[in-house]
């Protein structure tokens, strides 16, 4: 079982950074791979980006994000994080991390799910 929770989000202007954590429990955490999805009003929830299970693993991000977001891990702190530069207005909504036994931007892979954080990105 691993419970996780997200925070770091808020209300930026377009351009800003922000920086996502997600905390998790157990002590297994270094075995899950990781990925963060995030859901805008009346909208799917979407793959952001993922990173296998190794601190310095393999990552992969959605189009939109490739060359602004960063995810990364630390196994000994139990947290992965999603650095987020040149936010754009579009990049509002709450965004989930996720774990899971495989590295994939399916969200039927990810097993473990928390409760989400805002961010809201003004123009």
């Known amino acids: 079982q691993v419970q996780l929770v997200e925070s770091g989000g808020g209300l930026v202007q377009a351009g800003d950074s922000l920086r996502l954590s997600c905390a998790a429990s157990?002590?297994?955490?270094?075995?899950?791979?990781m990925g963060w999805f995030r859901q805008a009003p009346g909208k799917e929830r979407e793959f952001v980006a993922a990173i296998s299970w190794s601190s310095g693993g393999s990552t992969y991000y959605a189009d939109s994000v490739k060359g602004r977001f960063t995810i990364s891990r630390d196994n000994a702190k139990n947290t992965v994080y999603l650095q987020m530069n040149s936010l754009k207005p579009e990049d509002t909504a709450v965004y989930y991390c996720?774990?899971?036994?495989?590295?994939?931007?399916?969200?039927?892979?990810?097993?473990?799910w928390g409760q989400g954080t805002q961010v809201t990105v003004s123009s």
């Open positions: 996720a774990a899971g036994r495989t590295t994939t931007r399916a969200q039927y892979g990810y097993d473990y």
């Open positions: 157990g002590r297994t955490f270094s075995s899950y791979s």
